[in-house]
């Protein structure tokens, strides 16, 4: 069974536009705070403050800005659970985990040539 794919007009996908869908897409997901909660999202279902923990540095106002933009990029799940107190718990969308397989190459991509930017920063800062 194959992903169902749904597109737009060509303009929303043209890189070369400014305006394109593709350019704001890009503009939500392609920043650190978002690559590591799909990083740590990738691994199991979270809890707020379990999330939290997980990314360190960031803080509450941060996290659920991203969250809520995930959320509508409808690349994570959020579920709520009727207790008092509310228990809410995200979890990766298909389209999340879909996304999850390029953080993990960028993760890699950056344990592999993180001596190298190093050197090239020292070089250029001396």
Known sequence: MGTKQYTG????ADLMRADSLAREIFADVANKWAFLIIEFLGERTLRFSELRNEVEGIS???LTQNLRMLERNGLV????HPTVPPRVEYTLTEAGRG???TVDGM???THTYLGHIEESRRRFDA
């Not at 007009?9 to 929303?12: A, F, K, M, V």
């Not at 799940?77 to 709520?80: A, N, S």
């Open 77 to 80: 799940e959020r579920k709520v």
């Open 99 to 101: 996304l999850r397989a």
């Open 107 to 109: 993760c890699g991509w």
């Open 9 to 12: 007009s060509p303009e929303d």
């Open 60 to 62: 509450h106002k941060m």
